[in-house]
């Protein structure tokens, strides 16, 4: 029984067991039967039963309780069964289902080249309040890097807080990863990570006015091996510095990339005499190595193929050494081409 205010005052009142009781308090009157307070305890039973006041008024399904729900209304899912539920969780379920609680974790930058050393990354976290709350939140890394205090927990239904670690240390030539564990009635987690990559490039070499070469010259798969070397001292130099400088050379223009190759365009250095394409990737792309094949970007295979030349050690600005393939277009080409490359 609730009771609402003092005893013997007069908007004293108390709620009523059920049904019986509530119209047993309200007979007919020809005689003044009913009482004020009569009329005050239906009115508060009524006000609290019917969830005024949070109460207890509850939904029992008709079916069997075996018989689960066929429809999702809101945000109660279907398949489910009601027994004595409160009307204030069927309604919250209905109005305002659990969306799901926001939490991303990322860093910037996520990846270095093999060989750079001493380097750091920003952990960012942003933790979303929806449904239901975040008790708790905290991050961890591979390496022993600390993060304190612990992510900031919004307060506000569909606030967003960001929290930022700067400078966080990651591991030269492997991968860190940082991991966000939050609780918010179960424990869930997300990660990010800074990984080391072998580089792949894509671009273009003017072989024009290379005596042995002439203009427009076509590389043959028999092409003999000073040729191949040829082509290679004239794409490095000494010390491939054109490759990874991002301004290129009188005779090169190339693009570096962080992963496989998929589509690309290759530009020629060279638009008025034409220039053949380049291809330089390590011998772990592709499975073997070798991409099955090239097309261009309307899906037909390119008239004129790509030859692999071929190369046991590149290195890199860093100073590693790798196993790479070098693959160059057999024609020079005037214009720019967009190749889809296929493992």
């Excluded at 005052?9 to 005689?31: K, W």
């Excluded at 039967?33 to 039973?45: E, S």
């Amino acid at each position: 029984m609730s009771v609402y205010g003092v005893s013997g005052s007069g908007t004293y009142a108390v709620t009523l067991s059920g049904l019986d009781e509530l119209m047993s308090a309200l007979p007919n009157n020809t005689v003044n039967q009913i009482r004020a307070q009569d009329a005050r305890n239906v009115v508060y039973t009524l006000w609290e039963s019917l969830g005024g006041g949070g109460g207890s008024f509850s939904y029992t399904q008709t079916l069997p309780l075996t018989q689960p729900s066929s429809e999702s209304v809101g945000g109660i899912p279907a398949n489910r069964t009601f027994s004595n539920v409160a009307l204030q969780s069927l309604f919250d379920q209905m109005f305002f289902p659990a969306v799901g609680t926001g939490f991303t974790i990322t860093t910037n930058p996520s990846s270095y080249e093999v060989g750079r050393t001493n380097m750091t990354t920003t952990v960012e976290v942003i933790l979303t309040k929806n449904t239901p709350t975040i008790t708790s939140a905290f991050v961890t890394s591979t390496e022993p890097n600390t993060f304190t205090p612990n992510p900031t927990i919004p307060t506000n239904y569909g606030q967003s807080v960001t929290t930022n670690y700067t400078g966080k240390a990651v591991t030269a030539n492997t991968t860190t990863t940082f991991t966000l564990t939050i609780n918010d009635g179960s424990t869930k987690t997300k990660s990010a990570s800074v990984v080391y990559f072998y580089p792949r490039f894509y671009g273009s070499i003017d072989l024009n006015g290379v005596n042995e070469f002439g203009n427009g010259f076509q590389f043959k798969s028999d092409t003999s091996s000073t040729l191949k070397e040829l082509a290679l001292n004239k794409l490095k130099g000494s010390d491939w510095s054109n490759v990874w400088n991002p301004l290129g050379s009188s005779i090169t223009k190339f693009t570096k990339e962080s992963g496989q190759l998929s589509l690309v365009t290759i530009v020629p250095v060279n638009t008025t005499d034409g220039s053949h394409g380049v291809f330089l990737w390590p011998n772990t792309d592709y499975g073997d190595g070798l991409p099955t094949s090239y097309f261009l970007n309307d899906g037909t295979q390119p008239t004129n193929p790509v030859v692999s030349l071929g190369i046991t050690n590149f290195i890199n600005q860093y100073g590693v050494p790798a196993s790479y393939s070098v693959w160059i277009r057999d024609f020079p080409s005037k214009g720019s081409i967009k190749y889809k490359i296929n493992a």
